[in-house]
């Protein structure tokens, strides 16, 4: 076996390539229609196969795919909230104002010490009483006796008088016209028998009397009394006599 040289090697594989891609090519063309002709077709555009195979002509221009619209649905209506004057419908509430760290307690008015007296003269005891405490007088001490009025039972007198300004806790004494009242009469000068007739005439049975020495010149009679003459007296109360003894 002979050897070639490299170069001679070489040489024949190259003329051998240059042989066989003309024909192959040539066989290509008649089968296949040209490349520029060619379509390649996608879901959206379609690409000839130039243009896929990347052997482009430097007159075409690579075309992107855009990729298909999506079309949104409409939002649902959202029912419109009615606005408040002054306030904006999606402004949050206004809080709460927050409850004060110390609570007020009201401070209660200074209760009265002190009232004005009314006037309950000429009023029953009842009457007076019920004026009194709704003025907050309850201290109301109450005496029945003769003062010559004709108004029985009634309020003759008061202390202290109306508008005086008392304290609540101060007393008004009242004194009322009792029931059991006469005038005394006037038994001076009388014999004991005599005074006391007429003493019991006018309703007095309780008569005490004491003779003793007063100077006087009739002797046996009386000398003084007590109460005088004309004071209005309850007749259960005594009249007393003083006469004038006979061994002076």
């Not at 008649?30 to 002509?57: D, F, Q």
């Not at 909230?81 to 104002?97: D, I, K, L």
């Amino acid at each position: 076996m002979a050897w070639v040289p490299a170069a001679a090697a070489l040489g024949a594989a190259a003329a051998l390539v240059a042989m066989v891609v003309p024909r192959a090519n040539e066989a290509a063309a008649v089968i296949r229609p040209p490349a520029a002709h060619r379509t390649v077709t996608t879901p959206h555009h379609t690409i000839p196969a130039a243009a896929r195979s990347g052997a482009l002509p430097h007159t075409a221009k690579m075309v992107t795919p855009r990729p298909a619209r999506r079309h949104r649905a409409p939002a649902a209506a959202t029912p419109a909230t009615p606005a408040v004057q002054g306030v904006s419908p999606n402004s949050p509430a206004a809080p709460s104002p927050a409850p004060s760290a110390t609570a007020q307690v009201p401070v209660p008015a200074p209760a009265p010490t002190a009232a004005t007296v009314p006037d309950v003269l000429y009023t029953t005891l009842s009457a007076a009483a019920s004026t009194l405490k709704g003025r907050g007088l309850d201290n109301i001490p109450y005496l029945y006796g003769c003062y010559g009025s004709p108004d029985i039972n009634d309020v003759i007198r008061q202390d202290p008088g109306s508008g005086a300004r008392i304290a609540l806790t101060a007393p008004v004494q009242l004194y009322l016209q009792a029931n059991n009242c006469h005038t005394v009469p006037n038994v001076i000068g009388m014999s004991l028998s005599d005074a006391a007739y007429t003493l019991k005439q006018s309703g007095f049975s309780n008569i005490p009397y004491l003779y003793d020495c007063y100077g006087s010149a009739n002797t046996g009679t009386v000398v003084s009394q007590s109460p005088i003459a004309g004071t209005s007296y309850g007749i259960t109360q005594p009249v007393s006599l003083k006469l004038q003894a006979n061994n002076c």
